[in-house]
């Protein structure tokens, strides 16, 4: 893999890291409860393959929980 791809993808997961932060963390601010917040990421593939998708697409689903204090 070029180093350039892999430059992009460090930006997007690092951008994506601060705006979800910057989400949860108004959003538990919102939303204050004592029960912890159950949380999914997930990660699709968006591009037009003119019909034919990749095999597997590319897919990538995490689930979690953030305590609150």
Do not use: C, W
């Amino acid at each position: 893999m070029e180093e350039t791809s892999r430059d992009d993808i460090r930006r997007i997961l690092k951008t994506f890291g601060i705006k979800a932060d910057e989400a949860i963390i108004a959003h538990l601010a919102r939303n204050p409860g004592s029960g912890p917040l159950q949380i999914r990421i997930t990660l699709e593939d968006q591009t037009d393959y003119g019909g034919e998708t990749p095999d597997p697409p590319l897919s990538l689903e995490i689930e979690d929980e953030v305590r609150r204090d």
